[in-house]
Nanobody, 117 residues
Framework: QVRLVESGGGLVQPGGSLRLSCAAP???????????IGWYRQAPGKQRELVAT???????NYTDSVKGRFAISKNNSRKTVYLQMNSLKTEDTAVYYC????????WGRGTQVTVSS
């Protein structure tokens, strides 16, 4: 089973930026290429939502609330998917997770993003 590890969260002021990483250190590269990765987030008291995806062809999609601010990318050689988050807002505060949105695996611990002044 593929195990994904999230990192890169932290505390940032509104308008700031963060880059999250989703790594698959124990996955062989040829398997990583087959993953369709989604970044999800879950704010306190809310359901987990899918915010950005990148498929095996490199096509990306975003939920409306992050379009123009977030960018998802994939580095197959590093077996890592990134989520660049710019112009952060307080409502972006959440625990962020990554997973294969086509064939979900077990959830990792996520990484906390807090946007606050």
């Amino acid at each position: 089973q593929v195990r994904l590890v999230e990192s890169g969260g932290g505390l940032v002021q509104p308008g700031g930026s963060l880059r999250l990483s989703c790594a698959a250190p124990r996955t062989i590269t040829s398997v990583f290429w087959t993953l369709n990765i989604g970044w999800y987030r879950q704010a306190p008291g809310k359901q987990r939502e899918l915010v950005a995806t990148i498929d095996t062809s490199g096509r990306t999609n975003y939920t409306d609330s992050v379009k123009g601010r977030f960018a998802i990318s994939k580095n197959n050689s590093r077996k890592t998917v990134y989520l660049q988050m710019n112009s952060l807002k307080t409502e972006d505060t959440a625990v962020y997770y990554c997973n294969d949105f086509a064939t979900p695996t077990s959830w990792g611990r996520g990484t906390q993003v807090t946007v606050s002044s």
